[in-house]
């Protein structure tokens, strides 16, 4: 499967925005969806992701509340739809897919995902 990330920007503290992760090469139903951004000198972290089934979502504690995740199945597109921005989300976002997993289940481990897009920059100024 094939990602690509875009939708990144640079906004203002308490701005929104959504981006959109397109995918090709398989079905959408057929993978979890994770999302994950790295700030300069961190880790990659997990943001949010959901499962195969789409029935199991998860979100990283620093975005709950803020950040939600939904599909276009026709289009065989993921967004991540981001509230009440934070400079500390200031990060390279990434979208991964797993498609060696189970439909119920949805990793927060980066490294169970097996294809990246490249990353989207979002830069939030205070």
């Known amino acids: 499967v094939q990602l690509q990330a875009s939708g990144g920007g640079l906004v203002q503290a308490g701005d929104s925005l959504r981006l959109s992760c397109t995918m090709s090469g398989r079905f959408s139903n057929d993978y979890a969806l994770g999302w994950f951004r790295q700030a300069p000198g961190k880790e990659r972290e997990f943001v949010a992701g959901v499962s195969r089934s789409g029935r199991n979502i998860r979100y990283a504690d620093s975005v709950k509340g803020r950040f939600t995740t939904s599909r276009d199945i026709a289009k065989n597109t993921r967004f991540l739809l981001m509230n009440n921005l934070k400079p500390e989300d200031t990060a390279v976002y990434y979208c991964?897919?797993?498609?060696?997993?189970?439909?119920?289940?949805?990793?927060?481990?980066?490294?169970?995902?097996?294809?990246w897009g490249q990353g989207t920059l979002v830069t939030v100024s205070s």
């Open positions: 991964a897919a797993d498609t060696l997993v189970i439909p119920s289940h949805c990793s927060t481990k980066y490294y169970e995902y097996d294809s």
